[in-house]
């Protein structure tokens, strides 16, 4: 049985929240093969460099960060390479973005009517969200079903503050 002293339980409580059991065990599995019984605030603070810091903003110069939603219906038949070349290229909806933009999310609206998309972005506006985009799948009719809440999911996005945008590469 592994011991976690005050000071390691203080350090695991800086980790987010939503990923703080996956830390945890991460750092009991390094305690363990190193042989220890007793994990210390240093093991969870490498355990954090070694996992997670990676996805933590760093000093500098502010980036906007984008979201892309896409159709649930739609995700099973593509699977979004368009959308991801069009932002890696600075295509079509993604023209006005330099340098210092990055997409830290993209995910599907969850199914009709859009129920994952007010949850998903509260969860990146902890993360600095800028803008969504809303996918071409989404946005086209003909080719792909029409979207009957793309107005609705759009409202849901901007009553959190977050700009969004019709389209990504169409």
Known sequence: MLKWSDE???ELK???????????RAVEDQVTR???SEITAQDVRDGRKRHISFAEDKEGPKKTKI?????????????GVACLKAFNE????????GD????IGIFTCGGCP???????VEKLVDHGLDVVHLSSCIMLEGDY??????????KNIESKGVRVIEGTHH
Request: charged letters at 30%; glycine letters at 6%; one cysteine or more.
């Open 8 to 10: 390691a339980t203080a």
């Open 14 to 24: 800086k980790v987010p929240s939503f990923v703080r059991g996956m830390a945890k």
């Open 34 to 36: 190193s042989g220890r």
């Open 67 to 79: 979201e892309i939603v896409r159709c649930e219906t739609v995700s099973e038949v593509c699977p």
């Open 90 to 97: 600075r295509h079509s909806h993604f023209e006005s973005y």
């Open 100 to 103: 210092d933009t990055e997409i």
């Open 114 to 120: 859009g129920r994952r998309v007010s949850r998903m």
């Open 145 to 154: 079903p029409k979207c009957p809440h793309r107005k609705q999911i759009k």
